[in-house]
């Protein structure tokens, strides 16, 4: 997954979005910059999730975990 998976999403209108929604590259480098996102836990699905929004560009991510460290969940 890439930045470019998102470019449908940000880069073109919709006629569900507000009518004041201008897509373009500035809306994209801003969603990056300053989106803040919460990803609740990162086991199996999670840390695929995380590497993949890292991997995209987003710079705030934060992460809550409340699993505890066994040995049998380890590899994660």
Known sequence: MTSKDIDPF?????????????PGPQLKQMLFQEAKLLVVGAG???????????LMGFKNI??????TIELTNLNR
């Open 62 to 67: 934060d992460i809550v975990d409340m699993d």
């Open 10 to 22: 940000l880069l073109h209108p919709s006629p569900f979005a507000n009518q004041d929604f201008e």
């Open 44 to 54: 199996g699905l999670g840390c695929e999730i995380l590497k993949n929004l890292a």
